[in-house]
C-alpha cells in the first residue's frame, strides 16, 4: 500500500484535489484518515489539534488523482480557522458519530456553511463507527434513512463506514475521486496516465 | 541528614577555601559562556518568584492593557510590519476571529467518551478520599475556576471531586475577603500550593522533595500551558460570557499535554534550572543544518521561529531578528512535539500561543518530522495563518539539503550516540552533575549511570537537586555555595554569574578531592562546549 502514498512534503502544485474533514470532536475524523492512508486503526483517542495534512495518489479513470486530505480538529476552539482548511477543497467529508446524535447537529453545521461559501465542494455525509452497530443494534442513534433524506434536501451522498474493520472507507474515497473525475475532464486529462511513479516525479533540484 | 556543611552566603567576606581554588583556577574559562543570546536568560525560577510578588499589581495592569487592545502583542507588530508588504497577506483577521468564535453561544455539548463512569452518586467525592492509593499520590494537581467548577485532576476524575474544589475555592476566597493572596498551607510532609490566576485557580499538594517556591513555578508552567492551548485573552473572555459553560470542557482534548507536562516537572531538570538541553552535535553539522534553515526560511515573511528538536533538546533554532525566545515558551513546543503520537505520521498546522512571547494571540506552526528515518521535529512558527503551503515547500527543500549534506544522518547518529555519562570526565568519584550555563539558558548534563540505574534513585537524586536548587535560591537568604555531606551523597551547589553547577558525588570524598573533580568538570565542559551548547544566535 505505501507505494501510492505520499503523506510527506506535498506541495499545493502537487496536489490535484483538496479534500477536507469536517466535524465533532471524537466523532472519528482522524481514524477514517488513519485508515485510508495507512490502513491502520487505534482505539486510543489523542485529540487533533489545528490540523493535519497528508496526500495519497488514487488511480481513476486510468490516471493518477493525488488527493490532499485535510484532518482538522473537531474542538469549537478552531473553528474560525474551519475556512482556511475548507477554502478551494474539491470535497468535504462531514463526519457524525452513528451513535452519538450530537454530532449530526454539528455536522449539518458544517454542510450548511460549506454550502453557503464553498459552491464546487461536494459534500459527504459520513456516519462513523459502523461496527458498534453490527455489534449492538441498539447502539445506533442516528437513522441512515433520516440522513438520507437530509443529504437529497442539501446535495450531499450518505455513506457509512467503519475505521476499526475499514468497512466501506475505500469505496467512501473512491467515489469521491471518481465524482471528481466526472466533474473535472479538463484537470484529469492534464494528469499522468495510471504507471508506476517514477523518480522523475520529485521536484528538480537546483545546485546551492 | 546533613553530618557536616560548607555554606558561602553572598554575605561572608571571606570565601571558603572550596570557592578561593576553584575560581582562581577558572579565570575566564567559564564554560558555555556567550555573548551572543538567542534563548531570554533571565532566571525563569527568579522571574516567576517576581511575578508572584507583584501579583496584585500586574492583575491590575493586565485589566488596562486589555482594554486598549493589546499595544504591545508581538504578533500584531510583526503583522503589523510585514501587512504592508502584502506577501502571504493575512489581512485582519487574526486573533480576534478565533477569540469570537470560542465566544459563539451555540457550543455543542462534546460527549463524554469514558463508559466506565455511569454511576452518578453525590458521595462519590469519598470514594478517591478514601482511597490510599490516591491519597499517597507524591504530587497532585488541581485546576479549577473562580467559582469552584472543576477543570482537571492529575489523578482521578474531577467531577468526582466537587466537593473538595469547593473547599480549595473557599479556602481561596476566604483569604482574599481580607485583602490577601492564598499561597500556601504546610501540614507535616504535605505543601498545599495555591496559584490564584483570575480567572482560574491551579493547586499543587505535595509531599515530594520540591519546595514551596518550586510548586510555584510548576503550577505557572501548567498556567502557562492552559494560555498556550487557549490564549490568555480567549481564556478571559470564556469566562465572563458563559458563566454557566461545562468548564470540565474547557480544555477539550488537550489534558493529555498536561499530564505529560506534569510528568516531565516531575524528573527533567529543565524547568527546574530554567534552561534548554541541546542534542550534543558537531559544530559542523550544526552550522549546516542552521545555514539550511536560513537559506530556505529567511524570504519567508512572518516566520519568527524556526526550530528543529527531538527527544527534549534543540539541535538548532532560528529567530527573526528582534524576538528572543523563552526557556519557558520552548519547553512547551518540547512538551507538544512531546505528547503528540500522531505528529509522526503527517504534516501539521497548529495554532499555538507561546505565553511568554505573547498571551494573546496564536502564532501558527508548520510541525512535521524531518523524514520518516530520521526522529528530529521541525516547528515553523508564523504569525500567518494562510502559510501552510509556502512553509509545506520549505520544509520539502530544507530536508532535501540536509539529506544531501548527510545532516540526517548525523543528527540520527547523535541521536544515538550522542549522550554521555560521567565516565567521560575522568573524575572517579563523580557521580552525576547539571551545568546551566545561565548567558545561553543551556545546560547539559550526563545520563544516570549507577547508583542512579533505577527510577527510584533517579527520583531520589532529582529530589536532592531540588534541595540543592532550594538553598541557593532562597529568597531569605541566597547562596553562592553549598557543600552537603550527607550518609549516602556528598552534594554541591554552585551559582555563579555565569553558570549554576550542582553536582553529586560519593559520600566519602574528600574535599579536596572534590575540588580537584570538580576542576576537572568544568574543563571538560569547557573543552566540549561547542558541541554541548549553542554559542551562537543565527537569524533569520
Ligand atoms: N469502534 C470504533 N471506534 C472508532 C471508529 N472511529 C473512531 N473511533 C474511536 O473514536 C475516538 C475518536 O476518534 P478520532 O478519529 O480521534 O476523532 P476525531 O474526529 O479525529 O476527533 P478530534 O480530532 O478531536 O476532532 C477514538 O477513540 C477512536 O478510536 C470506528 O469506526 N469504530
Ligand atoms: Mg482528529
Redesign the pocket.
Known amino acids: 500500500m505505501d507505494a501510492h502514498i505520499q503523506h510527506k512534503g506535498i506541495m499545493t502544485g502537487k496536489v490535484d484535489m483538496k479534500v477536507v474533514m469536517l466535524?465533532?470532536?471524537?466523532?472519528?475524523?482522524?481514524?477514517?484518515v488513519?485508515r485510508f492512508m495507512h490502513n491502520h486503526?487505534?482505539?486510543?483517542?489523542?485529540?487533533?489539534i489545528g490540523a493535519a495534512f497528508g496526500a495519497r495518489i488514487m488511480d481513476v479513470a486510468g490516471k493518477k488523482v493525488c488527493i490532499g486530505l485535510w484532518?482538522?480538529?473537531?474542538?469549537e476552539r478552531y473553528e474560525a480557522m474551519g475556512r482556511i482548511y475548507y477554502r478551494d477543497a474539491m470535497a468535504a467529508v462531514v463526519?457524525y458519530d452513528i451513535t452519538q446524535p450530537d454530532t449530526l447537529a454539528r455536522a449539518k453545521f458544517w454542510v450548511t456553511e460549506l454550502n453557503k461559501n464553498e459552491e464546487n465542494c461536494k459534500l459527504y455525509l459520513c456516519g462513523?463507527?459502523?461496527?458498534?452497530v453490527e455489534k449492538d443494534k441498539e447502539a445506533r442513534r442516528v437513522d441512515f434513512q433520516d440522513v438520507t433524506d437530509y443529504g437529497k434536501e442539501v446535495g450531499a451522498k450518505v455513506i457509512e463506514?467503519?475505521?476499526?474493520t475499514g468497512e466501506n472507507v475505500e469505496e467512501l474515497f473512491a467515489q469521491i475521486v471518481q465524482d471528481f473525475a466526472e466533474s473535472n475532464a479538463a484537470i484529469m486529462a492534464s494528469l499522468k496516465d495510471s504507471f508506476p511513479l517514477t523518480e522523475d516525479d520529485k521536484p528538480r533540484r537546483k545546485c546551492c | 541528614m546533613a553530618e557536616r556543611s560548607v555554606v558561602v552566603g553572598e554575605t561572608s567576606v571571606a570565601p571558603t577555601d572550596i570557592e578561593g581554588v576553584i575560581s582562581d583556577e577558572l579565570k575566564d574559562d567559564t564554560p558555555g559562556v556567550s555573548g551572543e543570546v538567542m534563548l531570554v536568560n533571565t532566571d525563569s525560577f527568579d522571574e516567576c518568584n517576581h511575578d508572584l510578588d507583584t501579583q496584585k499589581v500586574t492583575t491590575e495592569e493586565g485589566e488596562a492593557d486589555e482594554v486598549v487592545g493589546e499595544p504591545q502583542s508581538p504578533i500584531r507588530k510583526v503583522q503589523r510590519e510585514q501587512d504592508n508588504d502584502l506577501v502571504g497577506n493575512m489581512g485582519d483577521m487574526t486573533v480576534e476571529d478565533v477569540v469570537c468564535k470560542v465566544e459563539a453561544d451555540n457550543v455543542p455539548v462534546i460527549p463524554q467518551?469514558n463508559n466506565d463512569d455511569d454511576e452518578d452518586e453525590d458521595d462519590v467525592d469519598e470514594e478517591y478520599l478514601q482511597s490510599v492509593d490516591w491519597l499517597q499520590k507524591e504530587k497532585h494537581i488541581f485546576i479549577l475556576s473562580e467559582s469552584g467548577k472543576p477543570i482537571y485532576t492529575r489523578y482521578g476524575k474531577e467531577d468526582r471531586l466537587v466537593t473538595l474544589f469547593g473547599l480549595m475555592q473557599a479556602l481561596v476566597s476566604f483569604v482574599a475577603d481580607s485583602d490577601d493572596v492564598i499561597r500556601c498551607i504546610v501540614s507535616g510532609d504535605h505543601k498545599f500550593v495555591f496559584l490564584v490566576k483570575s480567572p482560574l485557580i491551579l493547586v499543587a499538594v505535595s509531599h515530594s522533595m520540591a519546595s514551596i517556591p518550586q510548586l510555584f513555578m510548576q503550577l505557572t508552567y501548567v498556567h502557562n500551558q492552559i494560555i498556550s492551548v487557549l490564549t490568555a485573552s480567549a481564556l478571559t473572555r470564556m469566562f465572563e460570557k458563559r458563566r454557566n459553560y461545562d468548564f470540565r470542557h474547557l480544555l477539550g482534548?488537550t489534558e493529555r499535554l498536561l499530564d505529560n507536562l506534569l510528568n516531565m516537572l516531575d524528573y527533567h531538570p529543565s524547568f527546574l534550572l530554567g534552561g534548554v538541553q541541546c542534542l550534543p552535535l558537531a559544530t559542523s553539522i550544526r552550522e549546516t543544518i542552521t545555514q539550511t534553515i536560513i537559506q530556505y526560511c529567511s524570504k519567508i515573511k512572518n516566520l519568527v521561529f524556526g526550530l528543529i528538536i527531538c527527544q527534549n533538546q534543540l539541535i538548532s533554532l532560528v529567530r527573526m531578528k528582534k524576538f528572543l525566545l523563552h526557556p519557558a515558551d520552548l519547553h512547551l513546543l518540547f512538551n507538544l512535539v512531546n505528547a503528540t503520537e500522531s505528529l509522526k505520521t503527517s504534516e501539521n498546522w497548529m495554532p499555538i500561543c507561546l505565553p511568554k512571547f505573547d498571551p494573546n494571540g496564536y502564532l501558527y506552526g508548520h510541525v512535521s518530522y524531518l523524514a520518516d528515518d530520521c526522529e528530529a521535529c521541525l516547528l515553523l512558527l508564523s504569525v500567518d495563518r494562510e502559510q501552510f503551503f509556502t512553509l509545506s515547500e520549505a520544509k520539502q527543500k530544507i530536508v532535501d539539503r540536509l539529506r544531501r549534506h548527510h545532516c540526517l544522518e548525523g543528527i540520527n547518529t547523535a541521536i544515538r550516540s550522542s549522550a554521555y555519562t560521567v565516565k567521560a570526565v575522568g573524575a572517579p568519584e563523580l557521580r552525576h552533575f547539571l551545568y546551566k550555563s545561565k548567558t545561553t539558558a543551556q545546560f547539559t548534563c550526563p545520563q544516570f549511570t549507577p547508583p542512579y540505574d533505577s527510577d527510584e534513585e533517579q527520583r531520589r537524586v532529582f529530589g536532592l537537586y531540588q534541595l540543592l536548587h532550594h538553598r541557593v535560591h532562597s529568597a531569605a537568604r541566597p547562596l553562592k555555595m553549598i557543600y552537603l555531606v550527607m550518609d549516602t551523597h556528598t552534594l554541591l551547589g554552585w551559582v555563579t554569574k555565569d553558570f549554576e553547577l550542582y553536582a553529586a558525588l560519593e559520600p566519602l570524598v574528600t574535599k579536596q578531592n572534590a575540588i580537584v573533580y570538580i576542576n576537572k568538570l568544568l574543563r571538560w565542559i569547557k573543552n566540549d562546549e561547542n558541541r554541548l551548547f549553542i554559542l551562537s544566535s543565527p537569524t533569520f
Open positions: 466535524g465533532q470532536m471524537a466523532c472519528g475524523k482522524t481514524s477514517l488513519e486503526f487505534s482505539s486510543n483517542y489523542q485529540t487533533t484532518d482538522t480538529a473537531g474542538s463526519c462513523t463507527k459502523l461496527d458498534l463506514t467503519s475505521s476499526k | 467518551h482534548g
